[in-house]
């Protein structure tokens, strides 16, 4: 065989200079703004990144990366940060929503709304998703006269929050809903609500006339991320009240990093509070735990919630 076929077969297990860029990239990203870092072995990490057997195949080594660096988290504590591939973005993208938030009466004065993940990467997706529980939340109030709600947020498994606040800002007064709270100074960035605002663009503006009818909060092991956000956002108002099972438990900030190929890493860099400043550093646990994990508009935890707004 000669030589210089061999020299080229090595060439090929090694990986490309994208790659080890890549690699030196997330390190410095994680060590820098992970809320995790002091928890992680920055010597062992090191150690072990050079050692990884990388192939030259980027998609493959691309993953190993992004593998090594999520297992290192996880151990650390950090049940929440993940990367994107870039592949991965496109087709979300592409995609429309898959659920849209949808709205009952559900009798005796008792208005259901519900309001699923919304995972998008676009700001007209977004706006789009915001408007729906708005118009939903008017549809119903409009049509009967309306003594509590039901914000039902059971199996909401996050994705972007800020349309989820904007489109149940119908039911509150408009203010400080909760906090990004840094680990290290305690610096509390506000989550600010506006009627009719979502970031930069203006978006449907109706608001219920008695903002402080009762409204019970559903949640359960799979309300997470920005579904536990947005159950936070209620949280520290005395008309409000949660019911059915404890949260996911992924209460922490995540913070988009775009690297170098056209991936995302959203890495864990705060922990929230809500309104009161109460902190939330693992799963929300209701006030009223109900054994019923139906999921539906007339089950155990639903019946108990309209029992209470009842009262």
């Known amino acids: 065989m000669s030589p210089f076929l061999m020299y080229g077969q090595k060439d090929k297990?090694?990986?490309?200079?994208?790659?080890?860029?890549?690699?030196?990239?997330?390190?410095?990203?994680v060590k820098k703004n992970s809320m995790f870092t002091n928890s992680l072995d920055w010597n062992e990490i090191t150690r072990e990144s050079n050692a990884l057997r990388l192939n030259g195949n980027d998609s493959t080594d691309t993953q190993i990366l992004f593998d090594f660096f999520t297992q290192k988290l996880r151990k650390a504590g950090d049940k929440h940060s993940f990367f994107i591939a870039k592949k991965s973005i496109s087709k979300i993208m592409e995609t429309p929503v898959a659920v849209a938030p949808q709205a009952d009466y559900l009798g005796e004065g008792i208005a259901w709304i519900k309001v699923p993940a919304c995972f998008t990467f676009d700001a007209a997706k977004d706006k789009a998703f915001a408007n729906t529980i708005r118009s939903e939340i008017k549809r119903i109030d409009s049509g009967q006269k309306i003594l509590g709600w039901v914000v039902d947020l059971r199996h909401n498994t996050g994705g972007n929050m800020?349309?989820?606040?904007?489109?149940?800002?119908?039911?509150?007064?408009?203010?400080?809903?909760?906090?990004?709270?840094?680990?290290?100074?305690?610096?509390?960035?506000?989550?600010?609500?506006?009627?009719?605002?979502?970031?930069?663009?203006?978006?449907?503006?109706?608001?219920?006339?008695?903002?402080k009818v009762k409204i019970a909060v559903l949640i359960d092991?799979?309300?997470?991320?920005?579904?536990?956000?947005?159950?936070?956002?209620?949280?520290?108002?005395?008309?409000?009240?949660?019911?059915?099972?404890?949260?996911?438990?992924?209460?922490?900030?995540?913070?988009?990093?775009?690297?170098?190929?056209?991936?995302?890493l959203l890495l864990?860099?705060?922990?929230?509070?809500?309104?009161?400043?109460?902190?939330?550093?693992?799963?929300?646990?209701?006030?009223?735990?109900?054994?019923?994990?139906?999921?539906?508009?007339?089950?155990?935890?639903?019946?108990?919630?309209?029992?209470?707004l009842l009262e």
Not at 16 to 21: F, L
Not at 232 to 238: E, K, N, Q, T, V
Not at 291 to 297: E, I, M, R, W
């Open 162 to 211: 800020w349309p989820m606040l904007a489109g149940l800002n119908a039911l509150i007064e408009d203010g400080t809903v909760g906090y990004f709270v840094d680990p290290n100074s305690n610096k509390k960035q506000p989550w600010i609500s506006q009627n009719g605002k979502l970031n930069s663009s203006t978006i449907n503006n109706y608001k219920i006339e008695n903002k």
């Open 268 to 308: 864990a860099v705060q922990f929230v509070s809500d309104r009161t400043g109460k902190p939330y550093k693992d799963m929300i646990m209701p006030d009223v735990v109900v054994d019923d994990l139906t999921n539906s508009k007339s089950d155990g935890v639903i019946q108990t919630a309209k029992k209470w």
């Open 13 to 29: 297990n090694l990986p490309s200079t994208e790659v080890i860029k890549l690699k030196r990239e997330i390190f410095k990203i």
């Open 221 to 264: 092991s799979m309300t997470g991320s920005s579904g536990e956000m947005t159950a936070i956002s209620f949280l520290g108002l005395p008309n409000v009240k949660t019911f059915g099972q404890p949260s996911a438990g992924y209460t922490t900030a995540n913070q988009t990093y775009y690297l170098s190929n056209g991936s995302q």
